[in-house]
T-cell receptor, first 111, second 114 residues
Framework: TQLLEQSPQFLSIQEGENLTVYCNSS?????LQWYRQEPGEGPVLLVT?????EVKKLKRLTFQFGDARKDSSLHITAAQPGDTGLYLC???????????FGTGTRLKVLA | DVKVTQSSRYLVKRTGEKVFLECVQD?????MFWYRQDPGLGLRLIYF???????EKGDIPEGYSVSREKKERFSLILESASTNQTSMYLC?????????????FGPGTRLTVL
């Protein structure tokens, strides 16, 4: 079974701090997505990265896909309480419709 | 806006009962998915369907079955509920566009089996 390991599992930081979440696997993916999930809701897509080495920015969030397409990172600059939530990465297995989800990082940003 | 709805937000059932979880999407999506979400394990794929009456097993299909008689509706069935099936169940759909497709999720059904 393919695995996507996320680290850290939990993160509690003060407003204004920076943070990085990592998503690692031994498997190669066609693409990798990051989702954010808030309590009582389903995950919502933040970004999709497709090309090895690709970097995408979404306001204060920066996403990177590893050169070998096996890992990814999410960096948040100057975190705000509104960034609080569960962050999930999901890799698309080549030649399939199947997504493998990471174990999740629960972020809490304190005002 | 894409909308994926699930029949119940919370459900409490007894061991041995047959349980039906319904999911409906309104965007004419080809693919539909059922996942379960447990703390520390992320989302695990139970089944997915790429067309009406077509289905494929995911990573953890044991104890579950599915039905897709209409394109917009995908049902998850627990034939005989057990306590280890207590979990959050999430339905999702997408168009099937390669590589960049967005999965749209419903709000989830939190199932408790007593």
């Amino acid at each position: 079974t393919q695995l996507l390991e996320q680290s850290p599992q939990f993160l509690s930081i003060q407003e204004g701090e920076n943070l990085t979440v990592y998503c690692n696997s031994s498997s190669v993916f066609s693409s990798l997505q990051w989702y954010r999930q808030e309590p009582g809701e389903g995950p919502v897509l933040l970004v999709t990265v497709v090309t090895g080495g690709e970097v995408k920015k979404l306001k204060r969030l920066t996403f990177q896909f590893g050169d070998a397409r096996k890992d990814s990172s999410l960096h948040i600059t100057a975190a705000q309480p509104g960034d609080t939530g569960l962050y999930l990465c999901a890799g698309l297995l080549p030649g399939t419709y199947k997504y493998i989800f990471g174990t999740g990082t629960r972020l809490k940003v304190l005002a | 806006d894409v909308k994926v709805t699930q029949s119940s937000r919370y459900l409490v059932k007894r061991t041995g009962e047959k349980v039906f979880l319904e999911c409906v999407q309104d965007m004419d999506h080809e693919n539909m998915f059922w996942y379960r979400q447990d703390p520390g394990l992320g989302l695990r794929l139970i089944y997915f369907s790429y067309d009406v009456k077509m289905k494929e097993k995911g990573d953890i299909p044991e104890g579950y079955s599915v039905s897709r008689e209409k394109k917009e509706r995908f049902s998850l069935i627990l034939e005989s509920a057990s306590t280890n099936q207590t979990s959050m169940y999430l339905c999702a759909s997408n168009t099937g566009t390669p590589f960049t497709d967005t999965q749209y999720f419903g709000p989830g059904t939190r199932l408790t089996v007593l």
